[in-house]
């Protein structure tokens, strides 16, 4: 098969012929239609992502769609035929998504959205998986709760403000002004961070009383607001980058709480994979309803042309989730 490998950081990815793989034990052997790029993929190429455990040589790709070709033995969910979608690789030594096969383990898998292409599906799994576990296994957000989601027209933002507002509640989110409409396409209320203050904003929503729930895409300064803007006693705060030194003074002071999320984790680790696959399976009812879809850039890209997807996404000219097209 043919397969982008990584053989050293900051290098451009060699397209190879290797090994197409087998199907282990517990494993789905999946034909790749395409792989969902995301900026941790960026951070793992340039080497500043030791999080992510990632051993060279590789293939990058954390997220996939495609066609499942093959089960391995204790495999019983899928068969093939079945078009699938997941967060399956491209850490950790577990070969990626950007080739035209991979085995990956059958509980990071469900089936794919009817409604989505291919293409659209791979750019969901990862955004997906960590707008569901900070605002639904974290927080809980449902019904009659207000959420802030901070950067809220980005690659996990935006999923999240969908998740918050099919889960019923009323969301706020921070973008630049140039985001408006497509935030209000959402149904949310959209707030320009640069020229509305975290005060101004948080008295002019909430009365002053501070939002339920905040989701921070963010982190650093971003994260030190939202200790400062969430509701007293009952507000819960979440972060995906909640990776430096903060003091936890005016949480503490509110009495609010808080919750990292490490996506990443069961991919490294095993623990816990079987939620990742779950995850995807309720959210794709989310989706085949309409209440969520992912955003798109207009650019399409093939594995011959990937230097030029990675260059957009480093160079911000993609204006949504950017996509490789492989089969």
């Avoid at 079945?82 to 491209?90: A, N």
Wanted: proline fraction near 4%.
């Amino acid at each position: 098969m043919r397969a982008l490998v990584l053989e050293a950081y900051n290098t451009p990815h060699r397209l190879s012929d290797i090994s197409k793989p087998n199907p282990g034990k517990g494993e789905v052997l999946v034909r790749i239609h395409a792989s969902g790029i995301n900026p941790l993929d960026l951070k793992i190429k340039s080497g500043q992502a030791a999080h992510a455990r990632n051993r060279l040589p590789s293939i990058q790709g954390l997220d996939l769609s495609g066609v499942v070709e093959a089960v391995g033995d204790g495999v019983g969910a899928f068969k093939p035929g079945d078009e699938v979608y997941g967060m399956t690789g491209g850490i950790a030594g577990i070969p990626g998504s950007l080739a035209e096969y991979a085995a990956v383990d059958a509980d990071l898998l469900s089936i794919k959205p009817a409604n989505l292409s291919f293409r659209e599906s791979a750019a969901l799994p990862l955004s997906l998986i960590t707008a569901w576990e900070g605002l639904v296994d974290r927080a809980n957000v449902r019904e009659g709760l207000t959420v802030l989601v901070h950067g809220g027209a980005g690659g996990v933002g935006h999923v999240a403000v969908q998740l918050a507002r099919a889960k019923g509640a009323t969301v706020y989110a921070t973008v630049s002004s140039r985001h408006f409409g497509l935030l209000e396409s959402y149904g949310a209320v959209p707030i320009d961070y640069a020229a509305t203050s975290p005060d101004a904003y948080t008295s002019l929503y909430t009365g002053g009383q501070g939002f339920d729930v905040v989701y921070d895409t963010l982190g650093g300064a971003t994260l030190d607001t939202s200790f400062t803007i969430v509701r007293r006693y009952t507000g819960h705060v979440v972060s995906i980058l909640g990776w430096g030194s903060h003091s936890l003074a005016p949480l503490s002071f509110r009495g609010a709480t808080y919750s990292g999320v490490f996506t990443l984790y069961p991919l490294i680790s095993g623990e816990g994979r079987a939620r990742h696959g779950e995850i995807l399976r309720q959210a794709a009812g989310l989706i085949e309803s309409g209440a969520i879809r992912p955003l798109m850039d207009g650019k399409r890209y093939t594995l011959e042309t990937v230097g030029e997807a990675y260059d957009a996404m480093e160079n911000r000219r993609a204006e949504g989730r950017v996509v490789v097209e492989i089969g």
